[in-house]
Structure formats: C-alpha cells, structure tokens
C-alpha cells in the first residue's frame, strides 16, 4: 500500500509517500508562504522524484487539524478532491499526534501544543504505548495553557513532562513557571510535523476508511468569523 501524507496545517508544508516498510520519500519545509501555491507543486515533485503516477497510489492520509483554519482547509480539501478523482479511500489523522510521533518512546506525559492566541493553546495529552508509540490519554482540546498546566499536572503525578512543538517557544516561560523541573523541552529538530507519521498512522486508518465525504476538518472551535455570525443571531 502506497500513501500520500499531507500536513498543511500549520505553518511546516510536509508531504511523503510511504509504504508497509518504508518511508519512499518526503518533502518539508518551514516557511512562511502559502501552501495553496506551493503544495501541488511538492506534490508533482515528491512524485516525479519516485518515478511514481498518482493512479500508484492506494490511499491518502492528511492532517485534519487542529490547527490553522486556512492551512487545514487546504490540505483536507485538496486530499478529498485527488482521493475523489483517483477513486481511493482518504483519512484524516490529528495534526498532534503527528507531533507527538516524534517523541517515539519517551516514558512520561507527551504534551503537543499549537499556540491558538489569547493565552490558548490546541494541545492533547499522550503517552508511549507498548510499542513506544504516541497514544492519546487526555482528549485534544483548546484551552487556556493555565488551566492545561493544572490538568496535566494531576495527570502525570510526578512524571516528567516533554512538550513539543514550535508554539513551545511562546509559552516556555509560562510552562517553567508552573512545573519547574518537571517541564522537558524537545530540540528544535524534533517539534516539527513529519507528513510521513500521517502516513504510517494513515496506513491503519485506511482499512476502515469511510466515503471521501466522510473526511471533515477539526479545528476544535469555530471560526471567529462563525463565532461572531452565531453570536448575532442568537442575539
């Protein structure tokens, strides 16, 4: 099984093609352009590079957020759009858990995190499963980075605490403030997504993939834009 990952959420462009046994190839980068221009052409190019035609590949795994709004239309939409015409299953896998693949058997509390303004952040709480791979503990939420502190404080009971991501950076001060020593920070090589863990993980959802329409973003809040329509018209 040959898979397209896609991961436009935020503000890394990540695409690979994997297997069962390897990642075939990969394409990030950390830029700040649009990736309604520049992933295609990723694409194409990660494609051409393997000497590969789209109608090789099986199936299509894409972050579906949370995230930003704009980033995850666009990697979700263009995923249903290619599944739909190439006829193959599309899934969606959590922009989190991509980055919290990265930390592959550490034995505390895995704590992703996307800065989502206002003293917010999109986070999930996870842990190394017997296979050393992320498993989600604690629901993905978004909520105030003071109140997430106290939660996964009571939830680690002690343990050590590694936080990713590059929104960590915004909020170090404020994590160390309140956990202290506790608190683990990853190198920054280690707090970007890899599409190629949406791949892998994308390989298991496949197998009970539901139609194209099925795929729906999660941002876990609503737009500002909707916030303030619905707000308007309840009055």
């Known amino acids: 099984m040959r898979v397209l990952a896609i991961d436009t959420s935020n ?31 990723a694409i ?30 666009i990697g979700v939409s263009t995923a249903k759009s290619m599944a739909w015409s190439l006829q193959i299953p599309v899934v969606g896998v959590s922009s989190l858990q991509a980055v919290a693949m990265n930390a592959f058997g550490f034995s505390g509390g895995i704590i992703p995190l996307f800065d989502a303004r206002r003293g917010q952040v999109y986070t999930g709480y996870y842990q190394a499963d ?18 997430w502190l106290s939660v996964v404080k009571e939830q680690a009971k002690g343990a050590p605490l590694l936080f990713l991501g590059d929104d960590t950076a915004v909020h170090r001060e404020s994590i160390l403030a309140d956990l202290g020593e506790q608190a683990l920070f990853a190198p920054v090589s280690f707090n970007h997504p ?8 994308g390989q298991k959802l496949l197998m009970q993939a539901g139609t194209v329409h099925e795929l729906v973003p999660e941002y876990l809040q609503v737009a500002e834009a909707e916030a303030k329509w619905l707000a308007k018209q309840n009055g």
């Open 130 to 147: 017997q296979a050393g791979l992320a498993e989600l503990v604690l629901e993905e939420r978004i909520m105030l980075l003071t109140d």
């Open 11 to 41: 503000l890394v462009l990540s695409v690979a093609v994997v297997d069962e046994k390897r990642v075939l190839g990969e394409i990030t980068t950390n830029l700040q352009k649009n990736h309604s221009v520049r992933m295609m052409d």
């Open 44 to 73: 194409s190019e990660l494609l051409d590079d393997l000497d590969m035609g789209p109608e090789e590949l099986s199936g299509i795994a894409v972050a579906k957020g949370p995230g930003s709004y704009t980033g995850v239309r």
């Open 194 to 201: 890899r599409a190629a863990h949406i791949g892998w993980l």
